[in-house]
């Protein structure tokens, strides 16, 4: 890991792009917030680009925030300065939203993550995957710049990450430093009571009825727990995909489950795969078995093929991982 090099460049450098991972969520969106508007107080030209929307439940955070840029958008003179690109919470280089070769002309590519599966891509690398959300990785990064300069905004934002992807602090990843660093974002200011009610308390109608039909879907088998969303559901439900993100949880939130998973229809027999557990089971492995990755409690994953196929191979492949992880369940 790379902190002292990475806040070397933060420093002396002038000009960045900030991004994350495509299907943006809390954690991505809170993290790529936080250091774009703490570069901007330090008079850094820092431009937060992603070629993708913001989920619903998160766009508060860009109140009084110049909105977030696509690539065409960035002023011809700001690449003939040069610059660094940030990439925050991305554990593969193929998973930027933003086009490669914004990437492939930065002066140096600055990846902060907590994935254990990131493939240390960037030129300087800082990691920490006993860490539960990037959002605490960038809250340590500039707590070590100088906490001083963290204002309400950027802790707002902060906390949001670390909330949504922690589970609102029920998930394993959870450590005391955790509740450490979302106190001292706390007295920085972090609007608690606004991310409470807009992340978890404004949900649409068409949200509860989309849940309802996924519900209406789930099986539990051999402690495995599957859910299934289709594009009708989406379509008759009017929640657009980008906000569905927080009903992976409700499959692991069941008694007897040990994976939860929710697969999700894209196009073309093309699923994407949610997989979150309890306790000891690696769903990174799982997550693995078909090119994806993540954390050891979350992950995913695509695939490829029939819907029933897809299904009985997630079943088969997390029973062997609960029968290597729980040899006594």
Request: proline content about 2%; aromatic content about 6%.
């Amino acid at each position: 890991n790379n902190m002292e090099s990475i806040i070397m460049r933060l420093t002396n450098e002038a000009n960045f792009i900030v991004t994350s991972h495509v299907n943006p969520d809390g954690d991505n969106i809170g993290s790529s917030v936080a250091m774009t508007r703490f570069l901007r107080a330090q008079g850094k030209n820092a431009i937060h680009v992603l070629e993708d929307s913001v989920p619903e439940n998160i766009l508060f955070l860009l109140d009084e925030y110049e909105l977030i840029q696509k690539a065409e958008e960035i002023p011809a003179e700001f690449f003939s300065k040069g610059y660094d690109l940030i990439v925050i919470d991305s554990a593969e280089k193929n998973r930027i939203a933003i086009p490669q070769n914004i990437a492939e002309n930065a002066n140096c590519v600055l990846n902060i993550d907590h994935h254990m599966s990131n493939t240390n891509f960037g030129d300087l690398n800082f990691v920490c995957a006993e860490v539960g959300s990037s959002c605490e990785v960038v809250c340590n990064l500039l707590r070590a710049m100088d906490e001083n300069k963290i204002s309400a905004q950027v802790a707002t934002a902060l906390y949001t990450g670390i909330s949504t992807d922690t589970g609102n602090f029920m998930f394993p990843s959870v450590t005391p430093q955790t509740f450490l660093t979302a106190a001292f974002l706390t007295e920085k200011g972090a609007d608690r009571n606004t991310i409470a009610n807009e992340v978890y308390r404004n949900f649409s109608l068409g949200f509860r009825k989309l849940t309802k039909m996924i519900l209406d879907t789930f099986t539990i088998i051999n402690k495995v727990g599957i859910m299934v969303m289709s594009n009708q559901m989406l379509e008759e439900s009017g929640v657009d995909y980008k906000d569905t993100d927080l009903i992976a949880n409700m499959a692991i939130d069941t008694r007897g489950v040990e994976v939860g998973i929710l697969v999700k229809e894209r196009e073309n027999n093309t699923y994407k795969i949610s997989l979150r557990s309890k306790d000891l089971v690696n769903v990174c492995e799982i997550a693995a078995q078909f090119g994806g990755g993540g954390h050891f409690h979350a992950a995913g994953c695509t695939i490829c093929g029939e819907l029933d196929e897809v299904i009985q191979k997630l079943q088969h492949a997390s029973e062997q991982q609960i029968k290597k992880d729980l040899p006594n369940a």
